[in-house]
């Protein structure tokens, strides 16, 4: 499975609807990363193919949209994106964290491994 385009639309049905939700609540079964990126940006270019790479690496276990910032203005303006590209991770349970600038592919492991594939710590009974 490759990265998948999302529209506001799409990020209202599938991760949290902000206009009928007041507090955030994901949608989804499977941990996210949502790209907020442009065309025209140098560093959204350079880790795409990361995406794609990670994309299958972790298929079945993580989903990673990419949102056209220039597309869709709502959606980036309701996370304030300022700066791209800017990542929102979202883990199954819990909030997501946005995170601005491009990784390298060992970060966004260790973000996919520590935050969002990792199980919950038990508490002691």
Known sequence: MSTIKMTTADFKE????YDTEK?????GSLPAIIDFYADWCGPCKQVA???EE???EYEGKLLIYKVDTEAEMELSSVFGIQSIPTFLFI???GNPMLQPGAFPKNIFKQVIEERLLAK???ENA
């Open 49 to 51: 193919p990361v995406l």
């Open 23 to 27: 507090e955030w609540n994901y949608t």
């Open 91 to 93: 883990p199954v349970e």
């Open 120 to 122: 919950p710590k038990e």
């Open 14 to 17: 599938k991760v949290f609807n």
């Open 54 to 56: 990670l994309s299958k």
